[in-house]
């Protein structure tokens, strides 16, 4: 696959090509009519959501590049990124190219967290609170603990694609072997993403009380979308180990 013709390139950065694909506009489009009364805020989340996307796939790419493997694109859509990487085929390179996507966001919702309620009542001693400037300031580090918790949340859900699924095939990989942990994850993929669908449809609702995270409860469809992508593509991984004669530790 040629990335480069997949949608509109951004220049090379570390080394890495990164392009927005052209289905990233159909969430610029969906955003935008969330914002339709306040679009230069539309256009904030935007900027700041898909920023932060970029920083977790570099997270891939770069710990990638560290460990001895290779990374050529990032590639920017309209449910997240993806870094194309190659490891080198040992589990504990995958698991550190894995790992260190989501360890981006694990770092930034802490930060923003603690800049939210603790660097912020300082700055007011300084800046004008009601001020434009102070507003500002405020919103992006709020969005910013939001969307991190939101993406950290999401990827860690044991389902391919989300780093979730590669995390839980790599640590079993490392104990019982490589076909069964791809049945494994697969199997338990298929659950996760048919948990989704019901959520996504609105059936049920789930609460994650020490974080304040809830999912469901309504028909959403990117839920949906998430579910039905999740379910296929674990269920692809559980067929593709069913064709693997043998298994090998690394």
Not at 3 to 17: D, E, K, S, T, Y
């Amino acid at each position: 696959m040629n990335a480069m013709n997949q949608g509109i390139p951004l220049g090379r950065w570390f080394g890495i090509h990164v392009v927005i694909s052209w289905a990233f506009f159909l969430a610029v489009w969906w955003i935008m009519s969330q914002f339709r009364e306040a679009p230069a805020l539309g256009i904030l989340m935007i900027v700041l959501l898909f920023g932060t996307v970029l920083l977790h796939e570099f997270g891939h790419a770069l710990a990638c590049l560290r460990v001895g493997g290779d990374a050529h694109y990032i590639i920017l859509g309209p449910l997240g990124g993806t870094a194309f990487v190659q490891p080198p085929n040992n589990a504990w390179a995958w698991l550190v190219t894995t790992i260190c996507g989501p360890l981006v966001n694990a770092i930034l919702w802490p930060l923003f967290w603690a800049i939210s309620h603790y660097g912020l009542p300082m700055l007011a001693t300084v800046v004008n609170p009601d001020s434009a400037v102070f507003d500002f300031i405020a919103m992006v580090c709020y969005a910013m603990m939001f969307i991190n918790r939101g993406l950290l949340l999401f990827n860690l859900i044991p389902s391919y694609p989300m780093d979730g699924g590669r995390i839980l095939q790599i640590l079993i990989w490392l104990t019982i072997g490589y076909r069964q942990s791809l049945l494994i994850a697969g199997m338990v993929g298929t659950v996760a993403g048919g948990a989704f669908v019901l959520l996504g449809l609105g059936m049920h609702e789930i609460n994650i009380p020490y974080v304040d995270f809830s999912l469901g409860g309504r028909f959403n469809p990117f839920l949906l979308i998430i579910g039905i992508m999740c379910m296929t593509q674990s269920w692809g991984i559980y067929q593709r180990a069913q064709e693997i004669r043998g298994w090998r530790k690394n």
